[in-house]
């Protein structure tokens, strides 16, 4: 089982990035894939995740509206469109398997398996 996130980068407040998480060794179809971001000297955070079996959604309140995740079974990736950054969203984003929610938030399991960072960074 193996997850690659990728798409990250520098980009000005305003402005929209769209990170893909790509999983290989198994096909998604049941499982709920979720991102997670960490800035510099915070605690990592759940920011959404998607039900790849029947597509339900959860968001981090402070995303709602600017970001959407969504999945492509046929290219067996979950992408996360991220629309009018902000410096505060600036981290590494994580992809992961299985994780949950819990009262509107979302937290990794012992179950979760994770992909490699990608860094965001707003700034002008």
């Known amino acids: 089982v193996q997850l690659q996130a990728s798409g990250g980068g520098l980009v000005q407040p305003g402005g929209s990035l769209r990170l893909s998480c790509v999983a290989s060794?198994?096909?998604?179809?049941?499982?709920?894939i979720g991102w997670f971001r960490q800035a510099p000297g915070k605690k990592r955070e759940g920011v959404a995740c998607i039900s790849t079996r029947d597509g339900r959604t959860n968001y981090l309140d402070s995303v709602k509206g600017r970001f959407t995740i969504s999945r492509d079974s046929a290219k067996n990736t979950v992408y996360l469109q991220m629309n009018s950054l902000k410096p505060v969203d600036t981290a590494v984003y994580y992809c992961?398997?299985?994780?949950?929610?819990?009262?509107?938030?979302?937290?990794?399991?012992?179950?979760?398996?994770w992909g490699q960072g990608t860094l965001v960074t707003v700034s002008s």
């Open positions: 992961a398997t299985e994780p949950k929610v819990v009262d509107g938030s979302i937290y990794p399991t012992v179950d979760s398996w």
């Open positions: 060794g198994f096909r998604l179809g049941y499982e709920t």
